[in-house]
């Protein structure tokens, strides 16, 4: 996009594309929760390293990040609902409309359990060196347990972003609808 396009595309959103601060959102927590997903693929097929553990030891802030940029980007979602391009209509709207409410579902409670987990275990909850929980002992057992959803519920988001990327290239490639443009186009 050139400058003088990039200086066209409002901030908010319009019925035909999404305006900046939705596409910085979209594209820098997309890139913050490959990052994510990155980590654990990296985590669970290769051996323990410093390599590996440099990149595992990210995912608390990051994942805190996440869950403050999320909540922004509802915020921002529901301020410009009335304004936002149309998912379509029939079976093929309802899906799209359907398969982003999982995302953003999964966006808000991956990073919601790791919380709860992080509220009441045995360690010190402190990404960026500040501590927002202290450690609990005994730790408190509902909140272990419902923790143990993160990790799953980070598989689905995983193969419902391949969806929604696999989805944009049939927009795209078959359908010819560019679909693309709304969130990367001018």
């Not at 202290?134 to 993160?150: K, R």
Request: glycine share 8%.
């Amino acid at each position: 996009m050139t400058q003088a396009n990039d200086a066209a595309l409002p901030l908010r959103d319009t019925a035909l594309r999404y305006g900046k601060i939705t596409r910085a959102l979209h594209w820098g927590l997309g890139l913050l929760i490959l990052w994510q997903l990155f980590g654990m693929i990296v985590k669970v097929t290769l051996e323990k390293s410093p390599t590996v553990s440099a990149i595992v030891s990210s995912h608390q802030p990051v994942g805190l990040v996440i869950f403050a940029l999320v909540v922004v980007r509802i915020l921002w979602a529901l301020m410009n609902r009335s304004n936002r391009p149309a998912h379509g209509s029939g079976l093929v709207g309802l899906a799209s409309r359907a398969g982003h409410a999982a995302l953003y579902a999964l966006m808000a409670l991956i990073p919601f359990t790791a919380l709860i987990r992080s509220w009441g275990n045995q360690r010190v909850f402190a990404p960026f060196g500040f501590e927002i929980f202290p450690a609990q002992e005994p730790p408190v057992a509902w909140a272990v347990n419902v923790a143990e959803w993160h990790g799953e519920m980070g598989w689905l988001m995983l193969v419902l972003i391949l969806g929604h990327i696999a989805m944009v290239a049939v927009h795209d490639l078959a359908w010819k609808d560019n679909i693309l443009r709304r969130m990367a186009g001018r």
